[in-house]
T-cell receptor, first 113, second 113 residues
């Protein structure tokens, strides 16, 4: 049972375009929603994160949109660059207890020059 | 430099031969955990530890053991590896009571023949 569902599985975007990755969660106890970026041969690295008290967070070209009632959140990458080509994972966790990150299945993004 | 270091990075071994994957962090983090990454499944937590001598099961603990005798080290032990444990493994650490993200190592690719 996957508690965080991520789509699409893969995405090809032209340089300068907008990349959009979507995630949906089931557990309403989750209160922390990070996005991780992973390059081949490396571990996931935190890209941007949001808590459910805000509906949007922007850091540079990266924006998280969060819809608490729909239990959905998404990552938008504006002005996508070839260097953004990587696998992106959404995740969710609780601030108490086990604090485990529950990951989505990942999206492989390819930005074509 | 803040680091989570895993060894080995790659290992090919045979069914039933005990192996240990080491993990060490230099950030004085209380919380450490192990994840496995499989295609289409994202990362799933195997075991976690909130402090020295305090460990507990994650989502997929079967076939694994861990220990936390020192704060900086959190080895993953496969006492009798089987082919279904062929995977990419990540160790992660974070401060226990803060909003700081988890830091991941660069991964260990295990192949069990």
């Amino acid at each position: 049972q996957q508690q965080v569902k991520q789509s699409p599985q893969s995405l090809i975007v032209q340089k300068g375009g907008i990349s959009i990755i979507n995630c949906a969660y089931e557990n309403t106890a989750f209160d922390y929603f990070p996005w991780y970026q992973q390059f081949p041969g490396k571990g996931p690295a935190l890209l941007i994160a949001i808590r459910p008290d805000v509906s949007e967070k922007k850091e540079g070209r990266f924006t998280i949109s969060f819809n608490k009632s729909a239990k959905q959140f998404s990552l938008h990458i504006m002005d996508s660059q070839p260097g953004d080509s990587a696998t992106y994972f959404c995740a969710a966790s609780r601030s108490t207890g086990r604090r485990a990150l529950t990951f989505g299945s990942g999206t492989r993004l390819q930005v074509q020059p | 430099e803040a680091q989570v270091t895993q060894n080995p990075r790659y290992l090919i071994t045979v069914t039933g031969k005990k192996l240990t994957v080491t993990c060490s962090q230099n950030m004085n983090h209380e919380y450490m955990s192990w994840y496995r990454q499989d295609p289409g499944l994202g990362l799933r937590q195997i075991y976690y530890s909130m402090n020295v001598e305090v460990t507990d099961k994650g989502d997929v603990p079967e076939g694994y053991k861990v220990s936390r005798k020192e704060k900086r080290n959190f080895p993953l032990i496969l006492e009798s590896p089987s082919p279904n444990q062929t995977s990419l493994y990540f160790c992660a650490s974070r401060e226990l009571n803060s909003n700081q993200p988890q830091h991941f190592g660069d991964g260990t690719r295990l192949s069990i023949l």
